[in-house]
């Protein structure tokens, strides 16, 4: 509890092949870990929660996207 378990791409109706390599898929996982040690971890009352991110192609960037419970669906109006 309180730790980062997982990520996993949002649209996996698309390929993106610039995540093969160039350390890609190692940057956004330190980019997302990173913010949700700054942001998240130890800032709710909840222990278990589901957020959905965006990271910037430059992996300079996390933006909070939604909030949940686990099991919880995000809002159709964000998207």
């Known amino acids: ?19 093969l ?5 190692d940057g956004a996982r330190a980019a997302i ?3 949700h040690a700054r942001h998240l971890a130890g800032t709710f ?3 278990d929660y589901v957020v959905d991110v965006y990271v910037t192609t430059d992996e300079s960037t996390v933006k909070l996207i939604d909030f949940d419970v686990p099991g919880g669906t995000a809002s159709p109006l964000l998207f």
């Open 1 to 19: 509890r309180g730790v980062l378990v997982g990520a996993c791409q949002r649209d996996v109706s698309q390929h993106f092949p610039q995540l």
């Open 21 to 25: 390599g160039n350390g890609a898929v």
């Open 45 to 47: 009352p909840l222990q």
């Open 33 to 35: 870990s990173a913010f």
